[in-house]
């Protein structure tokens, strides 16, 4: 008996080194699906903080845009009504130039 005592009592050690094994295997596990968890959250977070700078930025940058192509066309604009100014001043200046030969001519046919 003594034999099978002993025999007995490496089975029951061997069976908590077993039971012992698989806790730090099921904990280990545990520990795994958290730090992948914990990387997938970071990920997220990193994204979304990637996602809403860029966002910014390209908005910052899309209405810094438009205030420079407002200027350029208020500036357009001006151009134009001073070009427009010339024109009719021009054209008063050639309506008075018309005005002055058909008086000249009226003079010489009388």
Known sequence: MAQGDLVLQRLDALERRVENLEAERRIEKRFNIIQ???????????????????????????????????????????????????????????EDLKQVVLANQRKQSR
């Open 36 to 94: 992948l968890l914990t990387i997938i959250v970071t990920l997220i977070g990193s994204l979304y903080g990637a996602t809403y700078y860029l966002g910014e930025q390209n908005r910052q940058l899309v209405e810094s845009l438009r205030n420079e192509m407002k200027t350029e066309i208020k500036r357009l604009d001006d151009r134009f009504d001073d070009v427009n100014k010339r024109f009719d001043d021009m054209n008063r200046r050639f």
